[in-house]
T-cell receptor, first 111, second 113 residues
Framework: GEDVEQSLFLSVREGDSSVINCTYTDSSSTYLYWYKQEPGAGLQLLTYIFSNMDMKQDQRLTVLLNKKDKHLSLRIADTQTGDSAIYFCAETGDSSYKLIFGSGTRLLVRP | DSGVTQTPKHLITATGQRVTLRCSPRSGDLSVYWYQQSLDQGLQFLIQYYNGEERAKGNILERFSAQQFPDLHSELNLSSLELGDSALYFC????????????FGAGTRLSVL
């Protein structure tokens, strides 16, 4: 079946690194995504990784993909208070159209 | 700004009513997706249109329907509204119909009283 699991909450101090983890079930996913949702706002595409890659870096963001364990992580370096939001992991699963989302990880950055 | 425009931002209505949510995709995108975000169900795919044709259906109730017009904007129609339909409804768009990056609008928050 299709399922994406995330931990619900993460609290870090400003300036530290944050690591948000996600596990997924469908190994046929072509892309895996990270979206960010700030309060009252829409879903902002943060980054994505193609399934044949192990790592992708984009400024302060690093995505690691472990296909064997079906584990995806998002590392945010030098976390700022503006990074406080809910982060969603998503996969395409065996479908070619819909995104399957995790329940979201709420990141709280303490000053 | 993702380039996907949704109107209205907020909608408050009563049970039994009907509402229409509108979405304009990013310029050049042919595919439109609708998702529902609720506290108990999380983010769920509802339906996809590609170049005016329905392409895929997800967990969409029979009381809900959608269409995509020749100018590629899409509307989601919700009828016989119930309290449980209160949610955030997102539209997303992508260039083609499959395995593409989906960009989301800011959503329409529907409150059914």
């Amino acid at each position: 079946g299709e399922d994406v699991e995330q931990s619900l909450f993460l609290s870090v101090r400003e300036g530290d690194s944050s690591v948000i983890n996600c596990t997924y079930t469908d190994s046929s996913s072509t892309y895996l995504y990270w979206y960010k949702q700030e309060p009252g706002a829409g879903l902002q595409l943060l980054t994505y990784i193609f399934s044949n890659m192990d790592m992708k870096q984009d400024q302060r963001l690093t995505v690691l993909l472990n296909k064997k364990d079906k584990h995806l992580s998002l590392r945010i370096a030098d976390t700022q208070t503006g990074d406080s939001a809910i982060y969603f992991c998503a996969e395409t699963g065996d479908s070619s159209y819909k995104l399957i989302f995790g329940s979201g990880t709420r990141l709280l950055v303490r000053p | 700004d993702s380039g996907v425009t949704q109107t209205p931002k907020h909608l408050i209505t009563a049970t039994g009513q009907r509402v229409t949510l509108r979405c304009s995709p990013r310029s050049g995108d042919l595919s439109v997706y609708w998702y529902q975000q609720s506290l108990d169900q999380g983010l769920q795919f509802l339906i996809q249109y590609y170049n005016g044709e329905e392409r895929a259906k997800g967990n969409i109730l029979e009381r809900f329907s959608a269409q995509q017009f020749p100018d590629l904007h899409s509307e989601l129609n919700l009828s016989s509204l119930e309290l449980g339909d209160s949610a955030l409804y997102f539209c997303a768009s992508s260039v083609t119909s499959s395995k593409n990056i989906q960009y989301f609008g800011a959503g329409t928050r529907l409150s059914v009283l």
